[in-house]
């Protein structure tokens, strides 16, 4: 009888717990690698070849089927069936896995291996496979090359850059022919109501343009009247303000200049309060109406509002500043410097990664554009007697080191920066150093200054981190390490103490 899962790990220590759980990843990354060997196998021994010339020429019979791309063997179609029904898969789903092994281990011959070894999961190999399913076969060996030493130590959202990055170097004037075909792919709905009364609106727009309208809904969400409403309340409000774009562009000039609506201007809208017939005194009318034709005061209350309204537009058109009214934005691109000198090449972009030169380009074509260099990271800020550190410092490690170094941390955004040596006061000049300082998310660094995990850096952007169970893991630009807590590793830890 199979025993309940949850009184299996009853009883056990924290130290137990951890290794068991360890070990529960490792069983399940062998046994799902395993399969995919057995499915290389298996296409091995139902090769097209297999098939027989006498079942070849019956009609409706098996035949050679290539489910892999480019340089990949063919296998006997019919006996797709049998291997879909003992791994529970569909026969579209049973082709299209068959195909990313088959594409693995003759297209990616480095990740394959590693997948052997089950230092790589195999969801995680299968998805480059089938990122790289259309690319010829030399070109997915380049992306193999450029993947292989990453993979199995980076988490997925890092890998998954990384393979969008590899497959634009080798593929880029594709990518950028179908980022042209996929604006034809723009557009905006409306889903159905709810039973709550609510209806949701979808759209599906350029990168850039997504980033836009969403900055300007939150600035109009920012700019409403303070209320206890949740953020997201308050954007939905700022959405749902565009629908009237002179109310809107009312709140976002008030919010942007205030001064155009000062107390002067509400007295020159308010209405004139007099008889009927009881003739107006020029020191009643405000300012901006006295030179007005006496016909438009003298005529009914309609046009003479009208009048009013007009000359307050005016008042305040001449008031403008269209520097601060004009909406800003910042497209932060990190690009080396062979891509700007080249005509294509690969470009990051924080919130949307990889992209191509070519895209940016098109981007910026909608904008007045103003190229700023952010920041050479080539000029290291120097080091200075201060706890705090210097702005100067955060936007360089911002640049230069834009994800948290904790291991397979995948934290990009809201990070801080911890001192990898404590800060002394009155010690030694220089503790806020850039190379002494590591970028890590809030929870993280909660977790160093108070969750009992040790962190030493014995070179710039590389990690040793004890965990508060003594596991050691190495962490750097290439992804994370895991060293165990046995001899070797502590004899590395030991190394890495800091010179006191």
């Avoid at 025993?3 to 220590?13: D, F, N, P, T």
């Avoid at 088959?102 to 590693?114: N, V």
């Avoid at 911002?398 to 010690?427: C, L, M, V």
């Avoid at 992804?479 to 070797?488: N, Q, R, S």
Wanted: aromatic share 6%; hydrophobic share 40%.
């Amino acid at each position: 009888m199979f025993e309940s899962l949850a009184s299996r790990v009853v009883g056990y220590g924290t130290d137990d717990i951890l290794k068991a759980a360890a070990e529960a990843v490792r069983a399940k990354r062998v046994a799902e690698n395993e399969l995919l060997a057995w499915t290389a196998a298996w296409a091995d021994a139902n090769s097209a070849d297999s098939i027989h010339p006498d079942e070849l020429k019956l009609p409706g019979g098996p035949c050679g089927v290539r489910p892999g791309g480019e340089g990949t063997p063919e296998v006997n179609d019919l006996a797709l069936e049998e291997l879909a029904v003992k791994i529970k898969k569909s026969d579209y789903a049973c082709s299209r896995f068959v195909g990313e092994v088959l594409d693995l281990r003759h297209r990616l011959p480095l990740i394959w291996e590693k997948v052997m070894l089950c230092e790589v999961e195999g969801w995680q190999a299968r998805g480059i496979a089938r990122q790289t399913h259309h690319l010829t076969l030399d070109q997915a060996r380049q992306v193999d090359e450029s993947l292989a030493g990453v993979a199995g130590h980076v988490g997925q959202q890092k890998l998954q850059h990384q393979t969008e990055a590899a497959i634009a170097r080798v593929d880029g004037p594709r990518m950028e022919r179908e980022a042209a075909e996929r604006k034809k792919q723009l557009g905006v709905w409306l889903g159905q109501t709810t039973d709550e009364g609510l209806k949701a609106m979808f759209a599906r727009l350029e990168p850039a343009d997504a980033i836009r309208l969403y900055g300007r809904v939150q600035e109009l969400a920012d700019a409403l009247p303070a209320d206890d409403r949740s953020a997201d309340e308050r954007r939905a409000a700022g959405l749902a303000l565009l629908a009237n774009e002179f109310e809107a562009t009312r709140v976002l000039a008030e919010h942007r200049q205030p001064d155009l609506f000062d107390d002067e201007f509400t007295a020159a809208i308010q209405p004139i309060i007099g008889a009927e017939d009881e003739p107006i005194e020029e020191s009643e009318v405000h300012p901006s109406l006295r030179d007005a034709p006496v016909r438009i005061i003298d005529s009914d209350a309609d046009d003479f509002r009208a009048a009013v309204f007009k000359a307050a537009v005016e008042r305040i058109a001449a008031k403008l500043d269209p520097a601060r009214l004009v909406p800003t934005s910042t497209l932060v691109v990190h690009i080396a410097a062979e891509t700007l000198e080249g005509e294509t090449g690969i470009c990051r972009v924080p919130g949307i990664g990889p992209t191509l030169k070519g895209v940016i380009k098109d981007w910026l074509g909608h904008d007045r554009v103003k190229v700023v260099p952010v920041i050479n990271l080539n000029d290291t800020p120097a080091a200075v007697d201060d706890y705090q550190i210097p702005d100067r410092h955060k936007r360089y490690l911002r640049y230069a080191r834009p994800g948290s170094r904790f291991p397979w941390s995948t934290a990009t955004g809201r990070i801080e920066f911890d001192h990898t040596q404590p800060y002394q006061t009155g010690g030694p000049p220089g503790q806020t150093d850039i190379d002494k300082l590591t970028p890590f998310s809030k929870r993280e660094h909660r977790a160093v200054t108070f969750g009992g995990w040790q962190r030493r850096q014995p070179e710039p952007d590389t990690m040793i981190f004890k965990s508060p169970h003594g596991d050691l893991q190495i962490t750097n630009y290439s992804g994370t390490f895991d060293l165990g807590h046995g001899t070797f590793a502590h004899a590395i830890w030991n190394a890495a103490c800091p010179n006191p």
